[in-house]
């Protein structure tokens, strides 16, 4: 995402940290300049975005930096965090004369390399339409969701159909082939009728067909933070969410199966061990 900001603004003054050297030296070497630390990246920024791996990271962040920004800077979350974190982090925000966007993201790393995420933005439409052209950098669907916390909601319930969805497609690639089906064709054939989707041809094909589950791709603690997130907010509005509960039973067994790790799909291969 930084290096599509880098190559696409190649007028803007962009300015990056992270804890990860590696993470840093890989937009510096393409002209981004290295802050020596969050707060003084905020310090220097007019816009300041965060991608960080969960609402207590984003809250840390929020506390570092909050006396670090300027007048009329516009902070974008573009994690995945829960809504109360999200519209409490807008409000301190607020008060420090600033103003808060969430911005959550969703497709594949691939995406995110190409530049064609898709971003949920829930906040203000003056400061949806100032960002506007820098989240187009990073995304080719850019969404205005609603007030501050809509893009959040729209993403946690946008993972939680996908998790779904990958877990009802694992389950009938297991079934398929033990009952002697290939499993290729089966997802062929899945593409052509009602069962043909986004996870179908993304993650079914390309991770389950594949048994491909590499690390550091979308894990499967990532997957159950969010969908224990999912169930938080269901529950907030008086829903219960029995798919989601049922999912957050399957990543706690691939987390005990010390897949934690690996990328979510992976809960596929609890099926040889049931």
């Given at each position: 995402?930084?290096?599509?900001?880098?190559?696409?603004?190649?007028?803007?003054?962009?300015?990056?940290?992270?804890?990860?050297?590696?993470?840093?030296?890989?937009?510096?070497?393409?002209?981004?300049?290295?802050?020596?630390?969050?707060?003084?990246?905020?310090?220097?920024?007019?816009?300041?975005?965060?991608?960080?791996?969960?609402?207590?990271?984003?809250?840390?962040?929020?506390?570092?930096?909050?006396?670090?920004?300027?007048?009329?800077?516009?902070?974008?979350?573009t994690s995945t965090s829960p809504v109360d974190v999200t519209k409490e982090m807008a409000q301190r925000i607020k008060a420090a004369?600033?103003?808060?966007?969430?911005?959550?993201?969703?497709?594949?790393?691939?995406?995110?390399?190409?530049?064609?995420?898709?971003?949920?933005?829930?906040?203000?439409?003056?400061?949806?339409?100032?960002?506007?052209?820098?989240?187009?950098?990073?995304?080719?669907?850019?969404?205005?969701?609603?007030?501050?916390?809509?893009?959040?909601?729209?993403?946690?319930?946008?993972?939680?159909?996908?998790?779904?969805?990958?877990?009802?497609?694992?389950?009938?690639?297991?079934?398929?082939?033990?009952?002697?089906?290939?499993?290729?064709?089966?997802?062929?054939?899945?593409?052509?009728?009602?069962?043909?989707?986004?996870?179908?041809?993304?993650?079914?094909?390309?991770?389950?067909?594949?048994?491909?589950?590499?690390?550091?791709?979308?894990?499967?603690?990532?997957?159950?933070?969010?969908?224990?997130?999912?169930?938080?907010?269901?529950?907030?509005?008086?829903?219960?969410?029995?798919?989601?509960?049922?999912?957050?039973?399957?990543?706690?067994?691939?987390?005990?199966?010390?897949?934690?790790?690996?990328?979510?799909?992976?809960?596929?291969?609890?099926?040889?061990?049931?």
């Amino acid at each position: 995402m930084c290096r599509n900001l880098v190559r696409k603004m190649p007028d803007a003054r962009i300015v990056v940290f992270d804890k990860s050297v590696e993470a840093i030296q890989s937009v510096a070497d393409r002209g981004a300049e290295v802050a020596c630390s969050a707060e003084d990246a905020a310090r220097q920024s007019d816009v300041v975005l965060l991608s960080l791996p969960n609402g207590d990271a984003v809250r840390q962040v929020v506390d570092a930096i909050i006396g670090s920004i300027r007048a009329d800077a516009l902070v974008i979350d573009t994690s995945t965090s829960p809504v109360d974190v999200t519209k409490e982090m807008a409000q301190r925000i607020k008060a420090a004369g600033g103003e808060y966007l969430d911005a959550p993201i969703a497709r594949t790393r691939a995406a995110a390399e190409n530049g064609t995420l898709s971003i949920m933005v829930g906040g203000g439409t003056s400061a949806f339409q100032r960002v506007f052209p820098i989240l187009q950098c990073m995304g080719s669907e850019i969404s205005h969701c609603g007030p501050v916390g809509s893009g959040q909601i729209v993403k946690i319930l946008n993972n939680m159909v996908l998790f779904q969805t990958v877990h009802a497609l694992s389950e009938a690639l297991a079934i398929g082939t033990l009952a002697g089906v290939d499993g290729k064709t089966l997802f062929d054939v899945f593409s052509k009728g009602s069962a043909d989707s986004f996870a179908l041809r993304n993650h079914g094909c390309k991770a389950l067909l594949a048994d491909d589950f590499p690390p550091r791709a979308f894990s499967t603690d990532y997957a159950r933070k969010d969908n224990a997130y999912a169930i938080a907010l269901a529950e907030s509005v008086g829903v219960t969410p029995k798919g989601a509960r049922l999912l957050d039973e399957v990543f706690d067994l691939a987390q005990q199966q010390t897949l934690g790790e690996f990328y979510f799909p992976v809960f596929h291969k609890l099926h040889s061990t049931d």
